[in-house]
C-alpha cells in the first residue's frame, strides 16, 4: 500500500457507488484513502481496480484519520439509516474541531438535519449531498448536491464540483444548496421528478403499444426522433435503447420483463413531504402509486378475467396521436417540473434555506438521472425572474401550455375511451386546469366542514382571515370548531 501522508479526501464504503467515486476522485487529481467495514474489501480494491493509483487502502478508521490532510474531509457511502449513524459515531473520536463529515448516501433529510446539529455540537462539521447519476456518474461525473455545515464547503468545493458533471458551458453541476438538510431535500425532490419522469414515459409507451397497437423497432425510431427534439434527455434516450434491445437469442427483452415496478422509497419520501407541506404534488403522488398497483400483479391478472371495459384500441390518425403524445408528455413533464418547485419552495420557507431555483436546475442539467435540455429553460425562467412562484406563469413555459393544450387534452380523452390508464399525464392536466381556475368547488367543500364540525369558513363579500359559522339546521347553536386549517 502506498504512503498515507496527506491525502485530499477519505471515502467510507467500497460498494460500486463507493469505488466509483473513489476511481473518480484520483482520475482527477486527488488522492484519496478508502475504508470498508469488511477490510478484505480494501485489499480487493487496492490491487484491482486501485492498483498503480494514488489511492491510499486503510484497514481501520484509526488508519483513515491519520492518512487525511487537515481539515479531515471523510465522505460515507454507505447504507442510508442507522449505519449512517453508526460510521459518523465511529467516526467522531478520531477527528478534531474543524474537520468534516460528508454523507453522500440517499439519506432522508430529517435525518440530515439531525445529523448536522449532531455532528456541529461536537465540534465538527457536516454535509449530507445528494449524489445523482448512478455507477456511471459516480465514475464519469454526477450531479452533486451539498447541504450542512456552511462553513464545510470552501473545503469540499474544489473536489466536488471538479469530479461533477459539466455543462456544455463547462459549468459544473454541484452547487451549495443550503443549510443541514436542503442537499438531500433536493436530492428526495430530484428523485421524485424522476419518477414522475419514468411513468409518464411508461404511460406514453402503454398507449403506442397498447393503444396503437406499434412494434418495439416503431417505439425505438420515434424516442430516438424524440431524443434530438424538445425532450432530449437521459430518460428518453435510455427508453430508446431499451426498445430497441435484443438478447442473443433475438428476443426483444423489453417484453419478458414482469410489470411490477419497484421502489426505494425516496419517492414515497418526495411525496409525504408534499402533505406535510400542503402542496398538490399529484403527478409524483400517481407515480408512486402506480408502481403500488402494478405490484398487485397477481390482483390484476385476477381482475383481467373479470372486470369488463373497452377495448384497447385507439381510433382515428395514428401519425396525429403520435404527435400529439409528445406534446401531452412535454406538457406534463412542465407540470411535474412545476409541482417539484413548488414543494421546494415552500419547504424551504418552513426550514430557513435560502435555494437558488436557477442554481438547482444547473446542477440537474448534467450527470443525472433526470439531466435534459429541458432544464436549460428551467434555470432561464428563474434567471429571468428568481422569485417565480409557478414555471406555469414564466413566458416561455405558458407558451408551451398554449401550443400543447389539444394535444394534451386528445391523448387524456382518448385514453379514457380506450380504458388505458395514464394517471400521471391525468394528473398533470387536471393539476393545469385546476390552477387556471379561479374559483375552485372548495367554497361547497367548506359548507360541508362547517356542517359535520363547525369548522368555519371564509367569506368573498368580508376580509380574508375573518371566519364565520353557520347553523345549517337550526339545532348546531353558535359555538365553533377552534382550529381553522386550510
Request: overall charge positive; charged content about 25%.
Amino acid at each position: 500500500m502506498k504512503s498515507s501522508a496527506g491525502a485530499d479526501i477519505g471515502i467510507v464504503g467500497l460498494a460500486v457507488m463507493g469505488e466509483n467515486l473513489v476511481l473518480n476522485m484520483e482520475s482527477k487529481g486527488f488522492r484519496v484513502a478508502c475504508y470498508n467495514r469488511t477490510v478484505t474489501k480494501v485489499d480487493e480494491f487496492v490491487s484491482g481496480r486501485g492498483k498503480g493509483k494514488n489511492i491510499v487502502g486503510c484497514r481501520s478508521i484509526e488508519e483513515l484519520s491519520a492518512a487525511l490532510a487537515k481539515p479531515r474531509k471523510v465522505m460515507l457511502m454507505v447504507k442510508a439509516g442507522k449505519a449512517v449513524d453508526d460510521f459518523i459515531d465511529l467516526l467522531l473520536p478520531h477527528l478534531q474541531k474543524g474537520d468534516i463529515i460528508i454523507d453522500g448516501g440517499n439519506s432522508h433529510f430529517p435525518d440530515t438535519i439531525r445529523r448536522t446539529a449532531y455532528v456541529e455540537s461536537k465540534g465538527m462539521l457536516y454535509i449530507g449531498t445528494g449524489v445523482s447519476g448512478g455507477e456511471e456518474g459516480a465514475l464519469l461525473g454526477p450531479s452533486i448536491m451539498p447541504g450542512g455545515s456552511p462553513a464545510a464547503w470552501p473545503h469540499v468545493k474544489p473536489i466536488f464540483q471538479k469530479i461533477a458533471a459539466h455543462t456544455d458551458k463547462g459549468e459544473p453541476c454541484c452547487d451549495w444548496v443550503g443549510e443541514n438538510g436542503a442537499g438531500h431535500f433536493v436530492k428526495m425532490v430530484h428523485n421524485g421528478i424522476e419518477y414522475g419522469d419514468m411513468q409518464m414515459i411508461c404511460e406514453t409507451y402503454q398507449m403506442m403499444s397498447a393503444g396503437l397497437g406499434m412494434s418495439n423497432a416503431e417505439m425505438h425510431k420515434i424516442f430516438a426522433k424524440w431524443n434530438k427534439g424538445a425532450l432530449d434527455s437521459y430518460l428518453i434516450e435510455i427508453t430508446r435503447d431499451i426498445l430497441g434491445h435484443t438478447d442473443e437469442e433475438g428476443n426483444e427483452v423489453v417484453d419478458l420483463i414482469l410489470d411490477t415496478a419497484g421502489q426505494k422509497g425516496t419517492g414515497k419520501w418526495t411525496v409525504v413531504a408534499a402533505l406535510d407541506e400542503g402542496m398538490p404534488l399529484t403527478l409524483i403522488g400517481e407515480a408512486v402509486f402506480a408502481r403500488c398497483l402494478s405490484a398487485m400483479k397477481d390482483e390484476r391478472v385476477k381482475a383481467a378475467k373479470t372486470l369488463k371495459g373497452p377495448t384497447l384500441k385507439l381510433r382515428g390518425d395514428r401519425k396525429r396521436m403520435v404527435e400529439d403524445l409528445m406534446l401531452a408528455l412535454y406538457a406534463s413533464k412542465v407540470v411535474s417540473y412545476a409541482q417539484g418547485y413548488q414543494l421546494m419552495r415552500s419547504a424551504a420557507k418552513t426550514y430557513g434555506w435560502n435555494l437558488n431555483n436557477g442554481g438547482i436546475a444547473l446542477m440537474w442539467r448534467g450527470g443525472c438521472i433526470i439531466r435534459s435540455a429541458f432544464l436549460g429553460r428551467i434555470k432561464e425562467a428563474f434567471d429571468r425572474n428568481p422569485n417565480l412562484e409557478n414555471l406555469l406563469l414564466d413566458p416561455f413555459f405558458k407558451r408551451v401550455m398554449t401550443n400543447a393544450q389539444d394535444s394534451w387534452r386528445r391523448v387524456v380523452t382518448a385514453a379514457v375511451k380506450a380504458g388505458i390508464p395514464i394517471p400521471a399525464i391525468g394528473a398533470a392536466l387536471s393539476y393545469y386546469d385546476g390552477y387556471r381556475t379561479a374559483r375552485l368547488p372548495a367554497n361547497l367543500l367548506q359548507a360541508q366542514r362547517d356542517y359535520f364540525g363547525a369548522h368555519t369558513y371564509e367569506r368573498v363579500d368580508k376580509p380574508r382571515g375573518k371566519f364565520f359559522h353557520t347553523n345549517w339546521t337550526g339545532r348546531g347553536g353558535t359555538t365553533s370548531a377552534s382550529t381553522y386549517v386550510v
